[in-house]
Nanobody, 123 residues
Framework: QVQLVESGGGLVQAGGSLRLSCAAS????????MGWFRQAPGKERAFVAA????????YYADSVKGRFTISRDNAKNTVYLQMNSLKPEDTAVYYC????????????????WGQGTQVTVSS
């Protein structure tokens, strides 16, 4: 069982940056692939980024590639999402998720979810 708690969301102007954190409970954090998803009002939850257990391989949605960076610190049981050059279309609730599949990308691959943190980008 893994419990996930996101933090770091907020209101930022277009072009600005935010860093999301997701703290995981449990001693087996390093055994999970971790991902970030987002859901904008009226839209389905969408994949943003994922990182494998060993942190050596990452995946990104085309819409965030080059602007967002996912990373993890297994010693701190934490995964991060650094978001730069933010755009109004990045506005959404951002969710952290954990998966037992090493290359999880789709939401159905993920077993555990956080409650989400709101990111709002003003124009």
């Amino acid at each position: 069982q893994v419990q996930l708690v996101e933090s770091g969301g907020g209101l930022v102007q277009a072009g600005g940056s935010l860093r999301l954190s997701c703290a995981a409970s449990g001693r087996t954090f390093s055994m999970y692939a971790m991902g970030w998803f987002r859901q904008a009002p009226g839209k389905e939850r969408a994949f943003v980024a994922a990182i494998r257990r060993s942190a050596g391989i990452t995946y990104y949605a085309d819409s965030v590639k080059g602007r967002f960076t996912i990373s993890r610190d297994n010693a701190k049981n934490t995964v991060y999402l650094q978001m730069n050059s933010l755009k109004p279309e990045d506005t959404a609730v951002y969710y952290c998720a954990a998966s037992t599949y090493s290359s999880a990308i789709t939401s159905t691959d993920y077993n555990y979810w956080g409650q989400g943190t709101q990111v709002t980008v003003s124009s």
